[in-house]
């Protein structure tokens, strides 16, 4: 199975800063991996898809790219309801597997 | 509204058996590709199983820690996918999601996400 490799864990950040989260997977991935922001007690939710893909409805704050082995997650300025866990999952090869997520706190 | 509602969670025994249900609103089932997904408490997300759509025969894949025990399977009827669980064990705890990839140009892409059914097994 594919290891996907998330860092950092955690960090703390504050309201207009610039984040940044990687993925790294334990063998080439092409561009099949996606990003998904889950609340306590919510669903996640589908922020990024193909690698770089925005979808529809999520603000142009977040962004992704990369492609192969490694990812990253970038949120160009932090917003209050950005404070989450952020997941990657990768679709390349079955079985789907997600990181082990970055927690974004108030800083 | 398009949605996707599971239920059947609850308390189970160890080596019992749990059927979860996920019907939709909004949306035609059989049209998609449907997975499971499920977060033990306080742990992250863990794909468990896909089940492919119409069109694909409802193939299905299942994670290395669930085949064998668990199947998952449609009912076109009902709109609804089911994810039979048998065999259960303590590690088998947690929310359980049923999810739509909303397959783009070959891309996974869980865009539509159930509210979560818990299962938590334990004597």
């Known amino acids: 199975a594919t290891q996907m490799t998330q860092s950092p864990s955690s960090l703390s950040a504050s309201v207009g800063d610039r984040v940044t989260i990687t993925c790294r997977a334990s063998?080439?991935?092409?561009?099949?991996l996606g990003w998904y922001q889950q609340k306590p007690g919510k669903a996640p939710k589908l922020l990024i898809y193909?690698?770089?893909t925005l979808q529809s409805g999520v603000p142009s704050r977040f962004s992704g790219s990369g492609s192969g082995t490694d990812f990253t997650l970038t949120i160009s300025s932090l917003q209050p309801e950005d404070f989450a866990t952020y997941y990657c999952?990768?679709?390349?090869?079955?079985?789907?597997?997600f990181g082990g997520g970055t927690k974004v706190a108030i800083k | 509204e398009v949605q996707l509602v599971e239920s059947g969670g609850g308390l189970v025994q160890p080596g019992g058996s749990l059927r979860l249900s996920c019907t939709a609103s909004g949306i035609t089932l059989s049209d998609h590709y449907i997975d499971w997904v499920r977060q033990a408490p306080e742990k992250g997300l863990e794909w468990i199983g896909r089940s492919r759509n119409q069109a694909r025969k409802y193939s299905t894949e299942y994670a290395a820690s669930v085949k064998g025990r668990f199947t998952i399977s449609r009912d076109d009827s009902e709109n609804s996918v089911y994810l039979q669980m048998n065999s259960l064990k303590d590690d088998d705890t947690a929310v359980y999601y049923c999810?739509?990839?909303?397959?783009?140009?070959?891309?996974?892409?869980?865009?539509?996400w159930g509210q979560g059914t818990l299962v938590t097994v334990s004597s």
């Open positions: 999952l990768q679709d390349d090869n079955y079985p789907l597997t």
């Open positions: 063998q080439g991935i092409r561009n099949d």
């Open positions: 193909a690698a770089s």
């Open positions: 999810t739509r990839d909303q397959g783009v140009r070959g891309s996974t892409a869980f865009d539509l």
